[in-house]
């Protein structure tokens, strides 16, 4: 409410004590605030002096929180851990697949430890929609960290991209600017999956009502895991899978194509093998990685400036023709993968965007032969589990 009164002309407001903190990030206004409906009148008729409130931004936004998690507690996994990083760096969507137990979820919840750090841009639009659903914490003027949303697979499609009587954000929106971890993807039902094939593609939803019609952004990271099948080990060394052809097409079947589709890395995780487990060698920290992700999203941040995105997973058919222009070598080895796995046109979009990240990791200008091999190792479905 405050930086639409800020747009009227509007330079001084009375809000909740309580909320005033929020209210004061909102650069150029005047913020009084009361306890009371008596303080508020009293101060209008200029019977009570209040102190405006003030906030230091620069000193606010600095306040960056802890985590958590850490990637150095994740032992092996290091091409798990590549694949994410990269995911990081370009804002990639990603799928895992893996027997149970084998570190997926614990991977996930790592992944916002890496993410780069938001812009104040970034950060007043989160927390504008945080504020919107009421989910803001008292005396948090702007939140610092990107989101991380985790709903149970019994969520509904109104709660899941937003709505209701009295429409509200949805989960898509919540995690704007963040990550959305949709785990055991196939235990959603279908049609919940489905609704989120266009706020991936379009990056924001509109909900339509008799009196109004809303739209909220939902730029976000979809990470989801799951197992290969029903009883889980399919494709295990370890133990025998108990499940027919049959019931894992119809629990691969769960997640449409088209919404495969959309998402850019879909990586294998295997179990780490004991004398991984109990090796004592020190795993790279979650900050080390961060550094050449932060180093990666800048490069992003200065192609495109003039473009209205942000990262690679953001560009447009014709900016790809501008950004991701490969050899003729590159172009053989994806078109023989191409044909291969039977990729479809938005696939082979995913690859490509995948690899100019790969080369943004690497400060490489132009996207290599190397940068697109390993970005077509991580089509994991495409090359296994849809031949089932």
């Known amino acids: ?25 909102v650069r150029g206004l005047q913020v009084i605030g009361v306890n009371t409906l008596r303080e508020a009148v009293d101060f209008l008729n200029k019977e009570l002096e209040i102190v405006p409130i003030t906030i230091n931004l620069a000193e606010t936004f600095s306040k960056k929180q802890n985590y958590s998690f850490d ?4 032992k092996g996994q290091e091409n798990i851990k590549r694949s994410l990083e990269i995911a990081a760096a370009g804002g990639h969507n990603v799928l895992m697949i893996g ?3 084998s570190g997926k ?16 841009e970034e950060a007043l639009e989160v927390t504008k929609i945080h504020s919107i659903a009421g989910l803001l914490p008292q005396n948090v003027p702007v939140l610092t960290n990107r989101p991380f949303r985790s709903p149970h697979h019994t969520i509904t499609k109104s709660s899941l991209i937003g709505g209701g009587r009295i ?10 600017y963040g990550v959305l971890f949709l785990d055991e993807l196939p235990e959603f039902k279908k049609d919940t999956l489905e609704v989120l094939r266009g706020p991936l593609e379009d990056r924001f939803i509109s909900i339509s009502r008799v009196n109004a019609s809303l739209t909220y952004p939902c730029n976000f990271m979809f990470i989801a895991s799951m197992n290969p099948c029903p009883c889980g ?3 295990s060394n370890e133990k025998e899978c108990t499940c027919t052809p049959a019931q894992i097409a119809r629990y691969m079947g769960t997640v449409s194509g088209p919404l495969l589709d959309r998402i850019d890395i879909q990586i294998e995780v295997t179990p780490v093998k004991y004398q991984k487990l109990a090796n004592n060698e020190k795993e790279e ?15 992003q941040l200065g192609r495109y400036k003039n473009f209205g995105i942000y990262s690679n997973s953001e560009l447009t058919p014709k900016l790809m023709d501008l950004f991701c222009k490969i050899d003729e070598t590159s172009k053989q080895i994806l078109q023989n993968a191409f044909e291969r796995l039977g990729l479809s046109a938005r696939a082979h979009a995913r690859i490509l965007k995948v690899a100019r990240t790969i080369a943004d990791l690497e400060g490489k200008q132009n996207i290599e032969t190397n940068h697109i091999a390993e970005a ?11 031949k089932i």
Do not use: W
Not at 285 to 299: D, G, H, L, Y
Not at 376 to 386: A, E, H, P, V
């Open 233 to 235: 080990f399919y494709g």
């Open 285 to 299: 920290t979650s900050e080390s990685i961060k550094q050449r992700v932060n180093k990666a999203r800048k490069i």
């Open 376 to 386: 077509i190792q991580y089509r994991t479905l495409d090359r296994k589990y849809r």
């Open 1 to 25: 409410m405050c930086i639409e009164a800020k747009k009227l002309g509007i330079k001084r407001v009375v809000v909740p004590k309580i909320d005033a903190k929020e209210a004061a990030i």
């Open 105 to 120: 979820t614990m991977l996930a919840r790592r992944l916002p430890s890496i993410l780069p750090d938001l812009s104040f």
């Open 99 to 101: 027997l149970p137990g």
């Open 167 to 176: 429409p509200r954000p949805g989960e898509v929106s919540l995690a704007h």
């Open 71 to 74: 990637f150095s507690e994740v």
